[in-house]
């Protein structure tokens, strides 16, 4: 598997060029996408030789045809669907973001166990939980979203797995256990704010030093 902060510096390459080529770019070079994802070029020509993308040290890079290798490393070359598990107001807040369709993904149904927010007939369906495994065989998703309170992390972690899922993003702070095949990325979103609250404190301190 590859190196982690490789593939997210890969992804910062994309979403550079995809920019560049909104504003007419046709080529590029490797201190440009450097600049935009705050490395340096060496580790840009570096990241890219590791899967075979080759420029000319005059010539740079053909913007599309980067893009396009990107893409397919990426696995962003076609659309994927996610579901949600969980509706509240996070899950509510991933299930009416619009922004996804633009890097290829769907939210494509939402599962929760209270009766009052189930809505089959929705623009993004919330169905009863115990649909789940049902719906994910039917429609071969393989990613998943939890959004529900921190002590049924698990519980609706093992209910995703079990139905086939592969890959899941936790908004959650329960450290999830659970397969190895199962790639498990973690949000804990109080964390990220009391960090940020933390090294504003810090600069307060040292006067932005």
Do not use: W
């Amino acid at each position: 598997m590859r190196n982690r902060s490789c593939v997210m510096r890969l992804l910062r390459y994309k979403n550079a060029l995809l920019k560049l080529k909104a504003l007419n770019f046709v080529r590029v070079f490797s201190d440009n996408l450097a600049d935009a994802a705050g490395v340096t070029s060496a580790q840009v020509r570096k990241d890219f030789s590791i899967f075979g993308i080759t420029g000319n040290r005059r010539g740079g890079y053909q913007v599309g045809d980067l893009i396009e290798n990107l893409s397919h490393i990426l696995g962003k070359d076609k659309d994927y669907e996610f579901i949600v598990v969980g509706v509240g107001n996070i899950g509510k807040a991933l299930m009416r973001y619009d922004g996804f369709e633009k890097s290829g993904i769907k939210i494509s149904a939402g599962f929760d166990i209270d009766p009052t927010k189930y809505d089959p007939g929705a623009a993004v369906a919330v169905y009863d939980l115990s649909k789940l495994n049902e719906y994910v065989v039917k429609n071969k998703i393989r990613f998943g979203i939890i959004a529900v309170p921190e002590f049924a992390a698990q519980q609706a972690f093992e209910v995703m797995i079990n139905s086939g899922i592969k890959g899941v993003l936790n908004f959650t702070p329960a450290r999830l256990k659970g397969p190895e095949d199962c790639i498990i990325n973690n949000i804990n979103l109080e964390t990220e704010l009391e960090s940020i609250i933390y090294f504003v404190n810090v600069a307060d301190k040292t006067g932005g030093k």
